[in-house]
């Protein structure tokens, strides 16, 4: 995580502030290996799905046999997902970031503009990899899929202030404007059929079985706003 701030009064009527934040993440974790669940994307990549397989085994069915081999319910096995070579693994990356600007006209007049900036990277990768769980079952094939996604957000606002004193008067006045603008694009791909569980990159999987999909999302916003107030002895406004 790297964090930055500035606020500085760079002159006796302009102020500047600076704030940048970014944070880079890596994690893994164990998932289910390859079998029923290795094509559904939605619990393949996920290890809530070991917990599940544990609370669901059979107490009848032991984990693990004396010889090595796991036992089996017919989905697959929490124990021989942890013991196998099958993994999800996630890396992330946000860049947060707003510059701030404020300049003093006059006394009774001031703008002020602010600046916003928001990117988040995100990668994943998911190998369910092919197990044997005894000299009679063998799940497989192993199974690949990666995930990109990118979103941008900027976001630009300024706003122009007046506040007099006229004796028992006093009158103040805003004026702005908003916009907004977002981006996002998200790219998924996957093989099958792997030689083996230490080659965990696309190319090495069965082009016939690849798949791939993708999509972007994009809008903005803008707005206009105002306002305008009298008072009268600081008592009666309007």
Avoid: C
């Avoid at 693990?64 to 693994?89: E, M, Q, T, V």
């Avoid at 990356?93 to 300049?103: A, E, K, P, T």
């Avoid at 006059?106 to 990117?119: D, Q």
């Amino acid at each position: 995580t790297l964090t930055f701030n500035v606020d500085q009064k760079v002159s006796k009527n302009l102020n500047l502030g600076i704030n940048i934040i970014g944070i880079k993440g890596h994690s893994t974790e164990p998932v289910p290996t390859a079998g029923p669940f290795g094509a559904n994307a939605s619990v393949a990549s996920t290890v809530r799905m070991l917990y599940q397989m544990a609370n669901l085994l059979s107490p009848t069915i032991p984990g693990r046999y004396p010889d090595g081999s796991y036992g089996y319910d017919g989905f697959n096995s929490a124990l021989a997902a942890i013991d196998s070579k099958s993994f999800h693994s996630q890396d992330k990356h946000d860049l947060i970031g707003s510059v701030n600007l404020g300049w003093d006209i006059t006394r009774s007049l001031k703008i002020s503009g602010k600046a916003g900036y928001v990117y988040n990277q995100g990668y994943s990768k998911t190998f369910n990899a092919t197990f044997k769980y005894n000299e009679n079952l063998t799940q497989g094939p192993a199974w690949l899929r990666e995930d990109i996604s990118n979103y941008t957000s900027v976001t630009l606002q300024s706003l122009l202030e007046y506040n007099k004193k006229f004796g028992d008067h006093t009158v103040y006045g805003l004026a702005g404007v908003s916009q907004q603008s977002d981006q996002s694009t998200r790219h998924n791909m996957s093989r099958s059929d792997f030689p083996s569980n230490e080659t965990t990159v696309l190319n090495a999987g069965s082009a016939a079985t690849m798949q791939n999909g993708g999509n972007i999302e994009e809008w903005g916003l803008r707005s206009y706003f105002g306002r305008l107030q009298y008072s009268f002895k600081d008592k009666y406004l309007f």
